[in-house]
């Protein structure tokens, strides 16, 4: 039986405190997107109780779809309203796990800097161009890592912009539907 090195448990440490805060941060995320859910489903739930209260009171045919006219632009700009809270969560969900993973990474790519430094001065003579390609492989490394979080972060800053456009669009589109006077049973537009 093999017994692990103070360095090795201090890794597995570090490893599974990495695997539980990102785990931990993925689930608090869950738990506002459940929270978010909950919270539409009662407003819903109260809404649609409201609606059929006013429906059921109406006799007359052009209320009626006057009624279910109004009823539309609420719901439209709710649903706007219900996709951009969801994007946010998820946005900052994902901006959490990406620090500590950055954090993580730093730590490892210090490491594993350090271990190569380390192996350079304890280098038998000759391996130099061994050690040189270890730390143009650590750098390459390091600049993709960092090339992918830009990229990363860039496309969702460009899914949150186009999220706000589109959510702009719609509500004036709303809005402008909704400041239309419903049209009356057999009549033309």
Do not use: C
């Not at 017994?3 to 608090?28: M, T």
């Not at 809404?47 to 006799?59: C, D, F, I, P, W």
């Not at 143009?136 to 600049?143: C, D, L, M, N």
Request: charged share 20%; hydrophobic share 45%; aromatic share 8%.
């Amino acid at each position: 039986m093999t017994l692990l090195s103070p360095e090795q448990v201090a890794a597995q440490k570090a490893n599974v405190d990495a695997f539980f805060g990102v785990a931990g941060k993925i689930f608090e995320g869950f738990e506002k997107l459940v929270a978010l859910n909950v919270q539409a489903v009662k407003a819903t739930l109260a809404e649609t109780q409201e609606n059929m209260a006013k429906v059921s009171g109406t006799t007359e045919p052009p209320q009626w779809f006057a009624l279910q006219a109004g009823f539309s632009g609420p719901f439209a700009e709710k649903s706007l309203s219900y996709g951009k809270q969801v994007f946010e969560i998820a946005s900052t969900t994902q901006a959490e796990v990406t620090q500590l993973a950055q954090t993580y990474y730093e730590r490892y790519n210090d490491r594993v800097q350090a271990l190569v430094e380390e192996a350079a001065k304890h280098a038998p003579t000759g391996s130099e161009a061994a050690i040189a390609a270890w730390k143009s492989a650590i750098a390459a490394t390091t600049t993709l890592y960092e090339t992918l979080q830009k990229t990363g972060q860039q496309a969702v800053q460009f899914a949150g912009s186009n999220l706000d456009v589109v959510t702009a669009t719609a509500s004036k589109a709303v809005q402008s539907n909704a400041e239309k006077p419903p049209v009356a049973a057999g009549a033309k537009r």
